[in-house]
């Protein structure tokens, strides 16, 4: 009886030492699924926050490089008389559109005008003029208003035409918005447009035009 108590007692032992090794070895088999779970969820975070990452840098480049094309007002004042379309393109960043041709290619009667589109306004562009290969003249609307002088109706009565620049500038105060300019600066048949926006009303400017450094006309739309 002793011997077959004992011979049991052995084997319950046996079979609990069982259970105790397989639930060791199952928790640590869960362990190890929990860990190897884990990892390929990092690795998913990691590989789309580097895709969004990829996403932005591509996307400030594409910005970038659709406003290198396109024309600012400090673009178009660095633009001059004299240069060539080439030069015109170098600065700018693009070539422009060409609008109208007349003459023959090669001569110096052989005009064309080009218009490039604005980087900061839906309406904003620019036209520019070649005779002979060379830049004669050049016109901007909407490209920014860079000047904060304005102009009121008082002022703009008391402009006469035949002013020297500086006189008309000191009675409005400053140089206005530069709009258009033809022939080269210093000579008699440098012609300059200037536009100044009014103090009061919307829409309210007056445009200044002068030639070989002299007003030679004025108009204005809504002063007071």
Known sequence: ?????????TVIIAVV???????????????TDQETGSEPDESVED????????NEESTSEDSA?????????EKFEQ???????????????SEGELISETGEEGTEFHTEMYMWDATD?????????FQGSE?????????????????TLDEFNQLEN???????????GGEGELSSETGEEGTEFHTVSYTYYGENGFGANASLMFQGGKLMSKSQTGLE
């Open 47 to 54: 590989v789309d926050g580097n895709e969004n990452s990829e």
């Open 17 to 31: 030492a069982l259970i105790i090794i397989i639930a060791i070895f199952a928790g640590g088999g869960e362990g």
């Open 65 to 73: 490089e659709t406003e290198k094309g396109l024309l600012t007002e």
């Open 162 to 172: 035949g002013m020297t620049t500086e006189e008309v500038f000191d009675i409005v």
């Open 79 to 93: 633009i001059q008389s004299g240069m060539t379309y080439d030069e015109v393109v170098e600065i700018i960043g």
């Open 121 to 129: 306004s839906v309406l904003g562009n620019a036209n520019f003029t």
């Open 135 to 151: 830049l004669t003249s050049k016109a901007q609307a909407g490209l920014g208003d860079s000047s904060e002088v304005t102009i």
């Open 1 to 9: 009886m002793g011997k077959l108590f004992k011979g049991c007692l």
